[in-house]
């Protein structure tokens, strides 16, 4: 990482999901650690719309993404990122040009469609891995 802030960007094809519920938990965790960290989240192909699924999940722990948009991401928001962080979707649509920080693909299932409980562990899995990589980013600091 260089001196400036680190950049994590959150990507998944939607930008309606996973990559929202991973946002809205990096937002949280950073406010929380007061850290000085740059938060991108995007799709290659973003949705009209948060899944509801996703909205009532989030609402369930107290996180609000009602108000959020699915936005494409750009590849020059790819390039300036330290972390790229793929949600279980092909890293290749996002990477056009690619970019000099790390990529980590968590791997997740889609929760478009699937039952509340399904949904809960998601945001749960979701919630950990991005504590965890603030664990990271803290230590970094």
């Given at each position: 990482?260089?001196?400036?802030?680190?950049?994590?960007?959150f990507?998944?094809?939607?930008?309606?999901g996973?990559?929202?519920?991973?946002?809205?938990?990096?937002?949280?965790?950073?406010?929380?650690?007061?850290?000085?960290?740059?938060?991108?989240?995007?799709?290659?192909?973003?949705?009209?719309?948060?899944?509801?699924?996703?909205?009532?999940?989030?609402?369930?722990?107290?996180?609000?993404?009602?108000?959020r948009?699915?936005?494409?991401?750009?590849?020059?928001?790819?390039?300036?990122?330290?972390?790229?962080?793929?949600?279980?979707?092909?890293?290749?649509?996002?990477?056009?040009?690619?970019?000099?920080?790390?990529?980590?693909?968590?791997?997740?299932?889609?929760?478009?469609?699937?039952?509340?409980?399904?949904?809960?562990?998601?945001?749960?899995?979701?919630?950990?891995?991005?504590?965890?990589?603030?664990?990271?980013?803290?230590?970094?600091?």
């Amino acid at each position: 990482m260089t001196d400036a802030d680190p950049q994590v960007a959150f990507v998944c094809v939607q930008n309606a999901g996973r990559s929202q519920m991973a946002y809205a938990f990096a937002l949280r965790e950073r406010d929380a650690r007061d850290l000085d960290v740059d938060l991108v989240t995007g799709g290659t192909r973003p949705a009209e719309r948060v899944h509801s699924e996703v909205v009532d999940a989030m609402a369930e722990v107290g996180v609000d993404v009602s108000d959020r948009s699915p936005r494409e991401v750009t590849a020059e928001e790819l390039r300036a990122s330290d972390y790229v962080v793929t949600m279980g979707c092909s890293a290749d649509d996002a990477c056009p040009a690619g970019w000099a920080g790390e990529n980590r693909d968590w791997d997740l299932d889609d929760p478009d469609g699937r039952s509340p409980d399904a949904v809960a562990a998601i945001r749960d899995e979701i919630e950990r891995r991005v504590g965890d990589l603030f664990d990271e980013l803290e230590r970094a600091d």
